[in-house]
């Protein structure tokens, strides 16, 4: 165990996070999601964890980018890409919370969302069983203090 960090990280999402550079992209996805099977390098698993926790304890540690349009990213529904299921509301409190710089979420269609997905550096799985329980987070930088 270490000091201020979510214990619900493990040491390989940690590694993970750290190693990350600037622009990387790290996706949390819920227990549907098929992570492996459209070739994601690193999926690092919680299985039973909801993927709003795994988002905040995330978030605790990794700023996102404030140098690009669209640093988070979700899932259209299939079939009516207006829709907003309660778990992106959720979401979006997370973000807007945890974060000083005001970041809305932009969504990606079904099979687009894979495609960024897989050329991601690395995928969280978690336990989360709401639909659409997805999003992409690009990481940005620590400015100097």
Request: charged share 20%; net charge negative.
């Amino acid at each position: 165990m270490l000091k201020n960090i979510p214990p619900i990280l493990s040491p390989e999402i940690l590694y993970s996070l750290r190693a990350m550079g600037h622009g990387d992209v790290i996706a949390i996805v819920d227990a549907n999601f098929p992570a492996h099977s459209i070739g994601c390098e690193r999926v690092h698993r919680l299985d039973g964890i909801a993927a709003t926790d795994v988002l905040q304890a995330v978030l605790t540690l990794l700023p996102l980018d404030t140098f690009v349009p669209n640093p988070v990213c979700t899932m259209q529904v299939v079939g009516d890409a207006k829709a907003v299921p309660p778990i992106i509301d959720e979401f979006q409190s997370l973000i807007d919370r945890m974060n000083e710089a005001e970041i809305k979420m932009s969504a990606v269609e079904r099979f687009g969302f894979y495609d960024l997905a897989k050329n991601s550096f690395a995928v969280i799985q978690t336990g989360e069983t709401r639909l659409y329980g997805n999003i992409l987070l690009t990481k940005g930088v620590i400015p100097p203090a």
